[in-house]
């Protein structure tokens, strides 16, 4: 079973799933202040990805990540990455602060990039991302995790996309986080490092509500953050934010750090979903005091109620579509316009947010 205590080690794993012939997709990593980093990785190459080196300036992630993926180069620089002819891809999780930056120079060197969320932490460099995309043509895509990498989110996609709860009018979406302060790295409590709690976990819930409801743009309508703990009087441990999509469909959002010792996930992730003709809600880690495996959908439609566990049924096709949407120079997995959107809406949240506490 994945180890579910921390979300900063949460790394899922998926059944193989080869959508390109050996030597096809080649891609380095560059980054490793985020264990997210391994989901990436183990998604691409489920995907039939070849994992060709790694570059990092400390040398215990390094070797932790060749203990987990033995066989690949340790790169001398970074240059060396993206100078590597083979490489057609870069995957980083990098300081957030520091990950647009990487972007830029990965695509600079005509290469397409994958990184950690958030993306990057302002809006001037998501404007210079979008820049840099137009200039090279190169993919700056985004591992929003919680809904690519999460068997009930994929499966709810794929039930809102039959119109088993008819038109999406509705997403609620809550990410708690449990804080293990002892084992965080400096940067986690720079803001100007991770960008702001809305920034660096809304994310994850307004990605989904903008792929759900098939948004091409929103308004936020309020948001606003918090501290509550006075042992870190700087740090953001709660957020949330409202927003009507182009299409009518609201959102509400909520992420916090303030999981207790006894859940046994890092979070009690849910999402609710309303539509015109039933609703969903997701139990994505684990379904409290009565099953710690993850993965639990619960429909109610007009023909009754209906809970549906999909660990291990479902699978992770985000991957093999982007593989080949890298390949083919498509956009099947995720729309670069997509994978920017949710950002900048989550920077404007973060930005305009009025702060209590």
């Given amino acids: 079973m994945v180890q579910k205590a921390s979300g900063m080690t ?7 799933n080869v959508v390109c012939g050996k030597g096809d997709f080649r891609f380095g990593v560059i980054g490793l202040e985020h264990g997210h980093i391994f989901g990436m990785c ?13 570059f990092d300036p400390d040398e215990a992630k ?17 240059l060396e990455v993206l100078e590597d002819a083979r490489v057609q891809m870069v995957a980083g999780a990098s300081v957030p602060s520091d990950r647009c930056s990487l972007g830029l120079r990965t695509m600079q060197h005509g290469k397409d990039y994958f990184t950690d969320k958030p993306p990057l932490t302002s809006l001037p460099q998501l404007e210079a991302a979008r820049q840099k995309v137009t200039e090279t043509g190169r993919k700056y895509a985004v591992y929003y995790s919680e809904r690519l990498h999460v068997e009930a989110a994929v499966h709810a996609g794929q039930l809102i996309r039959d119109g088993a709860i008819g038109r999406v009018l509705q997403v609620v979406g809550l990410g708690p986080h449990r804080l293990n302060a002892p084992s965080r790295p400096p940067w986690f409590w720079d803001k100007n490092k991770y960008g702001g709690i809305i920034c660096d976990l809304g994310c994850h ?13 929103a308004k936020l309508l309020h948001s ?3 501290n509550y703990s006075a042992d870190r009087p700087g740090f953001e441990d709660f957020g949330d934010a409202t927003f009507v999509a182009d299409n009518g469909a609201t959102h509400y959002m909520r992420v916090d750090w303030y999981t207790p010792t006894g859940l046994g996930a890092w979070g009690d ?8 003709h039933g609703y969903l809600e997701l139990r994505k ?14 429909l109610v439609d007009e023909r009754g109620e209906h809970h549906i566990a999909v660990h291990g049924k479902i699978g992770f096709p985000f991957f093999g579509e982007f593989v080949l949407d890298c390949l083919n120079r498509t956009e099947k997995a995720m729309t670069q316009e997509h994978a920017f959107l949710a950002i900048e809406l989550a920077l404007t949240a973060q930005k305009n947010a009025v702060r209590i506490g």
């Fill in 10 to 16: 949460y790394a899922p794993k998926g059944e193989e």
């Fill in 42 to 54: 183990n998604g691409l190459m489920e995907a039939g990805g070849e994992l060709v080196s790694v």
């Fill in 62 to 78: 390094v070797a932790a990540f060749c203990k987990t993926y033995p066989g690949v180069a340790v790169a001398a620089s970074e």
């Fill in 205 to 217: 819930q307004i990605e989904q509500f903008v792929h759900w409801t098939n948004a091409k743009s």
């Fill in 224 to 226: 606003k953050i918090a």
């Fill in 269 to 276: 992730g849910r999402t609710f979903v309303m539509g015109t």
């Fill in 285 to 298: 880690y684990l379904d409290v005091a009565r099953d710690p495996q993850g993965d639990h959908v619960y």
